[in-house]
């Protein structure tokens, strides 16, 4: 049951010449004139499992997720300025403060994808991702597992258990790179071909200029060189990966990592971003799952099975073992990493399962996999279109959730700052009303004690009307249902100005 170990490959358990036809050792073998047909078959079968969880992307509230916006904001100020920003101007409470746009590559890449499509570009960066994510799932476990069927089956429980997350955010690139980096270790771990490495340090110069979250897949090297060397004390299973080529990957991993505008700053962003606990406190994405969802369930039914499945085999292996604690760790920690216990748990269980397959699902038939993406890629556009995702549905789909008229007005009028605002619409008002706000969705750049004091202000509590920012404010604009917002209705130093079912407008009376 071991990932790939020296001693049995998928291969070796069902072997396929490299031509894509089904090897004599099979129980059943497809007679020569019928092997175009199936191939064919197998080609679109594929292509519909890899469009599957694009097209469930287009089902969600995307454009609802109120970091999208600030994300674009920057890429458009990268674009203006031609530099990386390292001093906040978005924000009046924090004007001038060291800021690190650790994300500024994907920045750019959504800013780019807005001015060629508007919004109907940003699904499509989520529906691209998750086609890319998709696919590499598919090779991972195609590795471990012959069978069609089981590999489709596992391709999809793991990437629909992440499906909370089907937004366009910059872990989509986390979650892609961390896939190509496990596929990359345990191949070399089972053929010693250790060429295969040189990719990491590439891997990891782009994860650094991307999401914060490439210390993820520092963890996984290191657990990979944790085996490396317990093997060498006898400990765990062999495997081909050598310490030289691991020790020299590891290096230019790092080394890579370095290549980004902070330098060697960007494990100080990591380290700040880590420590704030109040801040996983507060944010949705950031909490444990409370288990009153199927997915939620789901997450752990994977982590049992699969941790089931390493016991089953009653031998060590270290790096199977490590990596499923540490993506229980993760996973069970904040709800926008259950990806990594989603994955890699059905990587495991894929391994466990032993089947004669009718139907081998590695290799494709020559450029099959070429073949299978262009004709997902095709699926996922023809399903945009049967689900009318254009500009007026995406720029209404906003409107329900963000406070686009109330936005529209404020421009009009021409009211002075400063403005106070909620936490979820700061991200929006950066990007809409191009004025400072008050906090936005950068959470740990404003620290626990401006966030605690801007949830008990909008919450109502009763130091609300002794809010510093409150009493600074020219404009106050939040959500309807707010207690603040029903509080300054009588309150003698606001006026309304306007409201509407989604937001309500104050300005101070001067």
Known sequence: MSLLSVDETVEERCPVPENGAPSPDLETTTPPKHLWAEQAAQV???????????????????????????????????????????????????????????????????????????????????????????????????????????????????????ARIFTPRPWLFSILFFVLELDILLRVRATGRARKLAWLPVLFALWANIHIQFIDGLIVLGIAAAEVVATRFGWGERTLLQPRALGLAILGSFLGTLANPSGLGIYRVAYDLASQAGVMNKIDELQAMHFRTTMDFLILFIALGAAAAL??????????????????????????????????????????????????????????????????????VLGARVMRISAPSSESEVASTMPVKAVEYIRAQGYPGPLYNTFDWGGYLIWALRMPVSVDGRAAFYGDPALDRSVATWSGQPNWASDPQLKAAGIVIGPINMPLVQFLRTDPHFQLAYEDKVAAVFVARR
């Open 311 to 380: 016991a089953y085999g009653r031998r060590l292996r270290i790096f199977e073992t490590g990596m499923l604690v540490f993506a229980v760790l993760i996973s069970f920690r904040s709800v926008r990493d259950v990806w990594a216990v989603g994955i890699f748990g059905c990587v495991i269980l894929a391994s466990a399962i032993r089947t004669k397959p009718r139907h081998p699902s590695a290799p494709l038939p020559r450029f099959g996999a070429a073949a299978a993406m262009a004709i997902a890629a095709l699926i996922v």
């Open 44 to 162: 679109v079968a594929v292509a519909v499992l890899l469009a599957a969880p694009a097209l469930l992307s287009f089902r969600g509230k995307s454009l609802s997720d109120p970091d999208t916006w600030w994300h674009l904001r920057t890429g458009e100020w990268i674009l203006q300025h031609h530099a990386v920003p390292h001093a906040d101007t978005f924000s009046w409470t924090n004007a001038g403060k060291p800021w690190v746009a650790y994300s500024w590559l994907y920045e750019l890449l959504v800013i780019k994808l807005f001015h060629w499509f508007g919004l109907p570009g940003i699904l499509g960066y989520t529906a691209a991702m998750l086609l890319c994510i998709t696919a590499a799932v598919r090779r991972l476990i195609g590795r471990f597992q012959p069978d069609f069927l089981m590999v489709a089956l596992f391709t999809l429980v793991g990437c629909f258990s992440f």
